[in-house]
């Protein structure tokens, strides 16, 4: 089992940046794809990124491309969710989640285990 505690929200005017971190706590860290999803009001639970057990691939979908980049230190157990150029609409509760089967980590169902979210919230 592996816990999830991610930080680094906040509120941020439209066209800034933040870098979420989601630490893990638990098994080895390095065992588990992380993937991002983000969930607005009202809304499901959306796919961001996620990020290979090595850290050597991440995949998003092509809105997300450009914007939003993960990146992981095994070191530090530590994933990391970098968004840029942020827009109102980016406004959402964003989670880290860890899958321990293989699979290309896009949907909420392939993960095993998800933080308690933080929340970013932009300003137009």
């Known amino acids: 089992q592996v816990q999830l505690v991610e930080s680094g929200g906040g509120l941020v005017q439209a066209g800034g940046s933040l870098r979420l971190s989601c630490a893990a706590s638990?098994?080895?860290?390095?065992?588990?794809?992380i993937g991002w999803f983000r969930q607005a009001p009202g809304k499901a639970r959306e796919f961001v990124v996620s990020v290979s057990r090595s850290g050597a691939n991440t995949y998003s979908i092509d809105s997300m491309k450009g914007r939003f980049t993960a990146s992981r230190d095994n070191a530090k157990n530590t994933v990391y969710l970098q968004m840029n150029s942020l827009k109102p609409e980016d406004t959402a509760v964003y989670y880290c989640?860890?899958?321990?089967?293989?699979?290309?980590?896009?949907?909420?169902?392939?993960?095993?285990?998800w933080g308690q979210g933080t929340q970013v919230s932009v300003s137009s």
């Open positions: 989640a860890a899958m321990t089967r293989v699979g290309g980590g896009v949907e909420v169902s392939e993960y095993d285990y």
């Open positions: 638990g098994r080895i860290f390095s065992s588990y794809r």
